[in-house]
């Protein structure tokens, strides 16, 4: 691990969705249902890092980056951004967290405007931070359409006039407009063409190679976190249960449920197929011990009472199994 100043650190994050009020049965008042989206999150980013975040759906990692972004208050531990709880920023501290911290959303398109042009789209970030005149703005929105690949004229174009693939490439260049320094992905290429996929990821690496960004990315693709991040956390309901240097995890992972996704997903490009071996128990109701315990082939008899913290092994990996595939 790098010895750069933490961007974020997350220290035992929790985040609780109350899905209902409760009731009355023959029993008696019921409690009100609720549901760990996280629980326990620890995790730590430098400046530089490249982090992806993979599992499978529901596991929590969209959730994660919204805590990071502040969108979401945790419902307990902390989130930091440069040593400063994210949710209580002050108003200073909030505002260059808002212009060094860019996010490209899942559904890029529905994070776009319609009624706005491409000029306006990727102009608010760069007004909004008062980074030039007006009369310089054209072109400076022509050099981040450039950047991204696209022609200048792409600036009086609506989101509606453009294809999948040029839609992120707008989200990218307005990502990019507030020069930030860290860029928060949420499947930011999935459902493209395998060639656009490719020309997009070259793009990311690209800019963080050039920029030193640090990237926070999720993907269901064990092949794209491996081409673009560093570094690897992998999600199951709500919790990290193994993370390490991504060539390392996906070469010899150590959690049974980081090689059932290898196992799920072995070609470039192939998201991972939803349906792994076993049935994800509901994230309301959670077996005692360790929540893959029901899928797992290692499991044994104290995986169903004890829970297993992410702990540390003598190789320095991060892994939450008490059987870990160590050889
Ligand atoms: N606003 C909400 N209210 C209640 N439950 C929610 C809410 N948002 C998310 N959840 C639940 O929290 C869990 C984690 O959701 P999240 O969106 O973070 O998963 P994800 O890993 O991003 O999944 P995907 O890969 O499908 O995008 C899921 O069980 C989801 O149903
Ligand atoms: S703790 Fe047990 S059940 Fe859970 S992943 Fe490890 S071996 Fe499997
Ligand atoms: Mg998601």
Known sequence: MSDAAPIFRLLDVEKVYQIDRGGWSRLGRRPPRQLAALDGIRLTVRAGDSVALVGESGSGKSTLLRVLLGLTESSDGRALYRGDDIETLTDDKRRSFQRDVAMIYQDARASLNPRLKALDLIGEPIRQHALCRESELRDRVAALLARVGMPADTADRYP?????????????????????????????VSGLDVSTQAQLLNLLRGLQHEMGLTLMFITHDLAVASYLCRRIAVMYLGRIVETGPTKEVLRHPLHPYTRALLNASPRFFEP?????????????????????????????????????????????????CLHPLID
């Open 160 to 188: 509606g006039q453009l294809s999948g693939g040029q839609v992120r490439r707008v989200a990218i260049a307005r990502a990019l407009a507030s020069e930030p320094k860290v860029i928060v992905a949420d499947e930011a």
């Open 272 to 320: 991972i197929a939803e349906t792994l071996p076993g049935e994800i128990p509901s994230p309301i109701d959670l077996p005692p011990g360790c929540r893959f315990a029901g899928r797992c082939p290692r499991a044994a008899q104290d995986c169903r009472t004890h829970e297993p913290p992410l702990a540390t092994t003598h190789t320095k990996r991060e892994v939450a």
